[in-house]
Nanobody, 122 residues
Framework: QVQLVESGGGLVQAGDSLRLSCAAS????????MAWFRQAPGKERESVAA??????YYTDSVKGRFTISRDYAKNTVYLQMNSLKPEDTAVYYC?????????????????WGQGTQVTVSS
């Protein structure tokens, strides 16, 4: 059972930056597809970014502002968020998929973290 623990959320102003971290418990983390999703109040959970090997996916609204990366030695995946906007306000979730592949549907992911709140004020 893979455990994912997110950290790094908080309250910031528009234009600020935050870096989210997701620490995974599983040593086979290196073969997993890792992703970040977010869910705003009253909205469905949506994909933000995903990474597997050298491949990355970003949803259109964050392209050029967010960067997903991973540190294999630390079993950790990051989401660097720059130029934050009020519409980025959401609970951000880390997810892992054991079967690999660059996918961004939430139904394709096997493990989830508890989420971390990101609030961007205008």
């Amino acid at each position: 059972q893979v455990q994912l623990v997110e950290s790094g959320g908080g309250l910031v102003q528009a234009g600020d930056s935050l870096r989210l971290s997701c620490a995974a418990s599983e040593q086979t983390f290196s073969t997993y597809t890792m992703a970040w999703f977010r869910q705003a109040p009253g909205k469905e959970r949506e994909s933000v970014a995903a990474i597997v090997g050298a491949s990355r996916y970003y949803t259109d609204s964050v392209k050029g502002r967010f960067t997903i990366s991973r540190d294999y030695a630390k079993n950790t995946v990051y989401l660097q968020m720059n130029s934050l906007k009020p519409e980025d306000t959401a609970v951000y979730y880390c997810a892992a998929r054991s079967r690999g592949g660059l996918v961004y549907s939430l139904h394709e992911y096997d493990y989830w973290g508890q989420g971390t709140q990101v609030t961007v004020s205008s």
